[in-house]
C-alpha cells in the first residue's frame, strides 16, 4: 500500500506538474492524479468529483492533497474531503520541487509525507545573489 497524490489546482496546473515529474522519474512511484478547478466551476459538483477521485487514490494509507494556493476554491475544495470521509492531510503553495520531493520519499506514511512537501516546496526557493 501507498499514499495516493491529489493535486488540487486551478486549470492546465496540475497536469503540467504531473508532465513535468514523468521527464525528471519516468515511472511515478506513486499514483499521482490532478483535479484542475475551472473557473466557473460548482464547487458541489467539483467537491464530489474530487472526493470520488480521492477515494479511487486511497489504497489504504490516505491521501495527500497538494494544492496549489492556500484558501482558493481548489484548496477548499480538498480540505473539504476530510467531513466527507477521506483521510487526508492537505499542503498547499503547490510546485514541481514539492512534488518530486513527495515522490522521491514515496514510502513514508501521510503526515511524515506531509511535512516532506512543506520542506520540498520551501527547500526549492532560491533567491540569485548576483
Same mark, same amino acid.
Given at each position: 500500500? *501507498? %499514499?495516493g497524490v491529489l493535486l488540487m489546482?486551478? $486549470?492546465a496546473v &496540475?497536469? =503540467?506538474?504531473? *508532465?513535468?515529474s514523468h521527464h525528471v522519474l519516468p515511472k511515478l512511484p506513486l499514483r499521482v492524479e490532478a483535479v484542475e478547478v475551472p473557473p466557473q466551476a460548482d464547487p458541489d459538483v467539483m467537491r464530489t468529483l474530487t472526493a470520488k477521485h480521492a477515494r479511487e487514490l486511497d489504497e489504504g494509507d490516505g491521501v495527500l492533497v497538494l494544492a496549489d494556493l492556500y484558501g482558493a476554491t481548489p484548496c477548499n475544495i480538498g480540505l473539504s474531503l &476530510? =467531513?466527507?470521509? %477521506?483521510?487526508l492531510?492537505? %499542503? *498547499? &503553495? /503547490?510546485? /514541481?520541487?514539492m512534488l518530486l520531493r513527495v515522490?522521491?520519499? =514515496? $514510502?513514508?506514511p501521510l503526515d511524515e509525507l506531509a511535512e516532506i512537501a512543506a520542506s520540498g516546496g520551501r527547500g526549492g526557493i532560491?533567491?540569485?545573489h548576483a
Open positions: 500500500m *501507498s %499514499v489546482t486551478h $486549470e &496540475g497536469q =503540467a506538474l504531473i *508532465s513535468a &476530510g =467531513a466527507l470521509g %477521506v483521510r492531510r492537505c %499542503v *498547499s &503553495g /503547490l510546485n /514541481l520541487p515522490l522521491n520519499y =514515496a $514510502e513514508k532560491f533567491i540569485d
